[in-house]
């Protein structure tokens, strides 16, 4: 379940509440589904981060196993199928309207299954060689106790490939960057045409922001989330800011 914003340039909340916090503030990743890769298409730092993954699959033997966890509508499935021909993919998307969406949008694909359940009713354990998961722990319950899942995924020397939102939203900043950037490519008409289509992104970013101040979803530094990472069972190869600084880019891999 990526997200189409950042974050808000003000202190995070870095204790996620997973007792405290009232789950019934989220978003609606249905509604979020239907315009997400309209503006995927045209945020270039969306893709740049689709680049990056591409490039990454490049530099490393090629994984058996695959799981993209929280995959959304398929964009970092497809790039792995693509990439990997010859190997398991399981794409793990528990909302109806993405799982959908991504099924229609990866059909060529004959080495995908897809899986409607929760990253916690996985029941596989240690035999992923590569599990991607983008965007998408900060919005599940009790992430640290997500990570722990992720790691019981893989196999013993398995590679995570994980990018998480850190920071609240800010909704106004990213509207302003997007609407210049799609201005700039195709133009006034052509950028209020897109924004127009898309609108019910800004409405669950809000609500995405809202759900961060009050504990619902998580937010962290990038040393905090370093830390809990390694603390469950990861080693750290490669760590940067990506998406305008304000999500954490973390290449792992599994200890034994």
């Known amino acids: 379940m990526p997200s189409q914003a950042g974050a808000e340039m ?16 989220s978003a609606d990743w249905s509604a979020y589904s239907a315009s997400y890769d309209l ?26 196993i695959i799981y993209d966890i929280g995959g959304g509508t398929g964009n970092y499935t497809e790039i792995a199928a693509r990439a990997c ?11 109806t309207n993405m799982n959908r969406s991504a ?23 240690g035999t992923a060689d590569l599990v991607i998961c983008i965007h998408a722990l900060y919005a ?6 997500r990570l722990a899942d992720l790691r019981r995924l893989l ?40 924004f127009w289509q898309g609108r019910e992104i800004a409405k669950q970013n809000k609500s995405i922001l809202e759900a961060q101040k009050k504990g619902v979803y ?3 530094t990038e040393t905090e989330f370093a830390s809990l990472v390694a603390q469950n069972g990861f080693e750290i190869v490669r760590q940067q800011s990506v998406y305008r600084d304000h999500s954490d880019l973390l290449v792992c891999r599994a200890i034994s």
């Not at 021909?85 to 909302?95: A, G, K, L």
């Open 85 to 95: 021909p010859d190997s398991e993919i399981h794409f793990v998307e528990p909302d």
């Open 155 to 194: 196999r013993p020397g398995g590679c995570l490939y994980l990018i998480d939102i850190g920071r609240y939203m800010n909704v106004p900043d990213w509207r302003s960057y997007l609407f210049a950037s799609v201005k700039k490519e195709l133009g006034l008409i052509g950028a209020l045409r897109v």
């Open 39 to 64: 503006l995927s298409k045209h945020n270039p730092e969306y893709q740049a981060l689709l680049q990056g993954f591409e490039a990454f699959l490049d530099s490393i033997e090629t994984p058996q």
């Open 140 to 145: 599940m319950p009790a992430p640290e106790q």
């Open 218 to 220: 998580w937010t962290h």
């Open 103 to 125: 099924q229609s949008k990866l059909a060529a694909y004959k080495n995908i299954t897809y899986d409607n359940r929760t990253l916690q009713d996985i029941d596989a354990t």
């Open 10 to 25: 003000s202190s995070p909340r870095t204790k996620y509440r997973s007792k405290a916090a009232n789950r019934s503030v």
